[in-house]
C-alpha cells in the first residue's frame, strides 16, 4: 500500500533562515506531488505541484520554491524565511484518478 | 471559477445525534467530490468521493453523503454521531483534468457528551 512521509513535523524558526521541508512517497510510481499551505482562518492554498521529475508548477508567487529530485521526493525551500510563512504544511500525491491522499503535515513557526 | 460553500463553519451535536454538514458546489459541470476529514495536528484524511458512478456515497466511519445535481449539493451525514467524530471536515471540488482542488472552508464539528 502506499504510504506518504513528511519530515520534520514541527519546526520553530527564526526570520531570515532557511527552510527545507521533505514530503516522500511510498509504494507507487509517477505520483504527481503537492505542496498545500494552511494558514490560520486562510484555507488550504495550492503552492506547488509537480508532475514528474524536475518538473514544478508554481501556484502563487511568493518566498518559496519547490524541487522534486526523485520519482517519489518532493521538496519545499526557502533562502530567506519571513513571518508570514508560518502555517502548516501538507504534501499530496495522486496516481491517476482524480483523489489526492495527503501527507500527516509540518508545522513551521517563524519568529 | 469553480467554488464550494460549506455552510455553518462550526456544527454542535450530541453524542449519538445525527450528523449533518453542508456542502453547496457552483460549476455548470458537475465536478468530482470529496469529503476530507481533518484531526487537529494531522493531515487531510479522506472520507468518501463522487465520481459519478452513484449519486449515494458511502464512506469510512460510517459516514455517507449524496449527490445532487438539480441542487448543486454534496451533503455529508452520520446517523449517529460519537465523540471521535469531532474534527473539522472539508468539502472539496475536483475538475476533470485539472491539478487544483478547490477547498470549502471548512466546518469544525463539535460533539457534546
Known amino acids: 500500500s502506499q504510504t506518504i512521509h513528511q519530515w520534520p513535523a514541527t519546526l520553530v524558526q527564526p526570520v531570515g533562515s532557511p527552510l527545507s521541508l521533505e514530503c516522500t512517497v511510498e509504494?507507487?510510481?509517477?505520483?504527481?506531488l503537492y505542496w498545500y499551505r494552511q494558514a490560520a482562518g486562510r484555507g488550504l492554498q495550492l503552492l506547488f505541484y509537480s508532475v514528474g521529475i524536475g518538473q514544478i508548477s508554481s501556484e502563487v508567487p511568493q518566498n518559496l520554491s519547490a524541487s522534486r529530485p526523485q520519482d517519489r521526493q518532493f521538496i519545499l525551500s526557502s533562502k530567506k524565511l519571513l513571518l508570514s510563512d508560518s502555517g502548516f504544511y501538507l504534501c499530496?500525491?495522486?496516481?491517476?484518478?482524480?483523489?489526492?491522499?495527503f501527507g500527516p503535515g509540518t508545522r513551521l513557526l517563524v519568529l | 471559477a469553480q467554488s464550494v460553500t460549506q455552510l455553518g463553519s462550526h456544527v454542535s451535536v450530541s453524542e449519538g445525534a445525527l450528523v449533518l454538514l453542508r456542502c453547496n458546489y457552483s460549476?455548470?459541470?458537475?465536478?468530482?467530490l470529496f469529503w476530507y476529514v481533518q484531526y487537529p495536528n494531522q493531515g487531510l484524511q479522506l472520507l468518501l468521493k463522487y465520481t459519478s458512478a452513484a449519486t449515494l456515497v458511502k464512506g469510512i466511519n460510517g459516514f455517507e453523503a449524496e449527490f445532487k445535481k438539480s441542487e448543486t449539493s454534496f451533503h455529508l451525514t452520520k446517523p449517529s454521531a460519537h465523540m471521535s467524530d469531532a474534527a473539522e471536515y472539508f468539502c472539496v471540488a475536483s475538475q476533470g483534468g485539472s491539478e487544483k482542488l478547490v477547498f470549502g472552508k471548512g466546518t469544525k464539528l463539535t460533539v457534546n457528551p
Open positions: 499530496a500525491w495522486k496516481t491517476g484518478g482524480e483523489t489526492q491522499y
Open positions: 460549476s455548470s459541470v458537475p465536478p468530482y
Open positions: 509504494g507507487t510510481s509517477n505520483p504527481n
